[in-house]
């Protein structure tokens, strides 16, 4: 009798059981329309040749154009650099004392005094192996309190006095200046193709023009010419030494720069 209710009970409970199994909640039957939509617009597109065209063709690929792929890359150079310095006539047509008198033909240049018979500057010079060194063994104070806080850069080549430039032609590969505590002192070395002599006169001519006294020293190939202005403290120094190849290097200082 229990075994005939047991099975009883067991055949009205299966029915049961499989209609829960077979109930879907409401997100099975939003994936399986969203399937469907899929499978409608997947059909849509078969029917479309020229979309069916573009999606199976075969990719065109330009091989020229495929060779220079990846040019951001970093790979090692073809070759090592070139560590070559260019001469320094290369930006100017003529050479040597040529150059310099092309250059400066647009002013009338007085020719420089004759030198001292002594030249303690050009002992100074040899003996610093700095700008800043140089600085502090100048004769005006001004110049020798702002050595201490001069600070190497490119840029002070491009602050020089407007009355004492670079020369024309220069070629700058050092430079210094000092804006702090009241100082307004620049240094410059540079290269110019142009000869000692014509060097010395473009810039002596400069410099008392603008109202500055210039007193010419030199000591073999080395030649100072430096001075003062009274009216407002300013003061340059000069160092020019004749190179080989005709051309001249130079170290200028000058104070109360723009």
């Not at 250059?103 to 050009?122: H, M, R, W």
Request: with cysteine; charged share 20%; proline share 7%.
């Amino acid at each position: 009798m229990v075994r005939k209710r047991f099975r009883c009970l067991m055949a009205l409970a299966l029915p049961v059981a499989l209609a829960a199994c077979g109930q879907r909640s409401d997100g099975d039957r939003n994936l399986d329309t969203l399937d469907n939509e899929l499978v409608d617009s997947n059909s849509a597109t078969s029917r479309d040749p020229a979309l069916m065209s573009a999606l199976h063709d075969q990719i065109m690929v330009d091989p020229t154009l495929a060779q220079q792929a990846n040019n951001d890359a970093v790979r090692p150079p073809a070759q090592p650099y070139s560590g070559g310095v260019p001469p320094d006539g290369v930006a100017v047509p003529p050479s040597g004392a040529a150059a310099g008198k092309a250059i400066a033909t647009g002013e009338n240049l007085k020719p420089v005094p004759a030198p001292g018979a002594s030249c303690p500057q050009c002992t100074a010079a040899r003996e610093s192996l700095t700008l800043g060194a140089l600085a502090s063994r100048q004769k005006d104070k001004r110049t020798r309190n702002c050595a201490g806080s001069m600070r190497y850069s490119a840029r002070w080549a491009e602050r020089l006095p407007a009355d004492l430039p670079l020369y024309p032609d220069a070629r700058v590969s050092e430079a210094a200046g000092s804006d702090g505590g009241g100082c307004a002192l620049r240094a410059v070395s540079f290269a110019s193709s142009a000869s000692l002599q014509t060097v010395l006169d473009w810039y002596y001519t400069r410099a008392t023009r603008a109202g500055y006294s210039a007193e010419h020293q030199a000591d073999g190939r080395e030649h100072v010419l430096g001075g003062t202005r009274d009216r407002d403290d300013g003061a340059f120094a000069l160092f020019l030494t004749s190179r080989a190849d005709g051309g001249t290097d130079v170290d200028l200082l000058a104070n109360n720069g723009n």
